[in-house]
């Protein structure tokens, strides 16, 4: 029953951390790839247009959001992308000085004469900086008897934008979203009477800058495939000592003598049956990850045979099913690209 997993798991999975947490089931933490929301692999070049704030000005934080965009698709290796400067030249070359691509009936016309294939446009709905102070109730210290209170100062940064992306050839939309990003900071300090200190000031820049970066990373997940953490945990037995090993072999990045360790647990003489299924349903908790889903979904059967009250069995099956539908969306995606 041994196999060679280098090479899949080796292009699936990056293990970051195995833990144990007390008497709980040891977890391994995997950095997987997710599909984006919308296939854009068919779109080669795809147009960034200014964006807009709320008062309709193309300037300030607009200008940072459609160049954050634009570096953002740039760094994804997926798409060719022109930005405000390189459309105006294009245009100019066309003879199409001054077109306003702001109008969503001519900008795919427009766009199209200049090759692209895609556009993405939008603009800052709400953008808001919130500041709050406030002030303890007065306590006495029991070293010295003085008299403190503390002075407080919480700002809170709001910005939502709305995003479109329009097929230039048929301008249709393909995804439009409004996005919002909130961020929060404190500055406190401890102050004795009768001082009349007061708080730093919050850096109002660096909660903006957080927000615009929330609001590109959840516009990418919309365009392009991603990379999220998720937590996988193993059925633990006295009889099965063998998973603490194959944690150590993956903590190592050994992954080939980690999965064989695990298949040695389903083979093991003298398990009691419900022992035996943690063993098979360890084993398919990988193959899951590690996308071997029809051997998966065979051990899972002989878990579940062998202890039908498990419910981890029926989660993993869940896990399973997902885990199908997302490498189908990602080779579509991949296969496009």
């Not at 970051?16 to 089931?25: E, L, P, Q």
């Not at 993405?120 to 500041?131: A, D, P, S, T």
């Not at 210290?141 to 940064?157: A, F, I, L, P, V």
Request: proline share 3%.
């Amino acid at each position: 029953m041994k196999k060679n997993f280098d090479t899949k798991i080796n292009l699936l999975l990056l293990l970051i951390s195995i833990i144990f947490v007390g008497c709980k089931s040891p977890c391994i933490n995997l950095l997987v790839t997710r599909p984006a929301e919308i296939n854009l692999g068919n779109y080669k070049q795809i147009a960034v247009d200014n964006f807009f704030d709320n008062m309709g000005s193309s300037s300030g934080h607009a200008l940072d959001l459609s160049d954050e965009i634009f570096n953002s698709l740039g760094a994804s290796n997926r798409f060719k992308v022109l930005d405000r400067q390189q459309i105006d030249k294009l245009l100019r070359e066309k003879g199409l000085v001054n077109s306003q691509t702001t109008d969503e009936d001519k900008s795919p016309k427009l766009f199209k004469i200049i090759g692209a294939s895609a556009y993405v446009f939008g603009r800052i709905q709400f953008e808001k900086y919130n500041e709050k102070q406030f002030e303890s109730k007065p306590w006495q210290s029991n070293s010295d008897k003085r008299w403190y209170y503390s002075k407080s100062r919480e700002g809170t940064y709001t910005l939502r934008v709305n995003i479109k992306v329009i097929d230039v050839e048929t301008t249709r939309s393909l995804t439009s979203r409004t996005i919002s990003a909130e961020r929060l900071a404190t500055k406190s300090v401890s102050l004795s009477y009768p001082s009349s200190n007061v708080p730093d000031e919050i850096d109002q820049d660096a909660l903006y800058r957080e927000c615009l970066k929330d609001i590109v990373n959840q516009f990418m997940k919309m365009v392009a495939p991603y990379h999220e953490w998720v937590e996988a945990c193993f059925e633990k037995d006295g009889d099965l000592p063998e998973v603490s090993d194959a944690k150590e072999k993956f903590l190592k990045n050994d992954w080939t003598s980690g999965m064989q360790l695990l298949f040695d647990c389903i083979t093991k003489k003298g398990l009691e049956k419900e022992v035996r299924s943690k063993a098979y349903y360890n084993l398919a908790l990988m193959q899951v990850y590690c996308q071997y889903f029809l051997e998966a979904d065979e051990n899972l059967k002989v878990a579940k045979w062998l202890d039908p009250n498990n419910e981890n069995i029926s989660e993993l099956y869940t896990k399973l099913y997902y885990e199908q539908a997302v490498k189908k969306k990602l080779d579509e995606q991949n296969a496009s690209q």
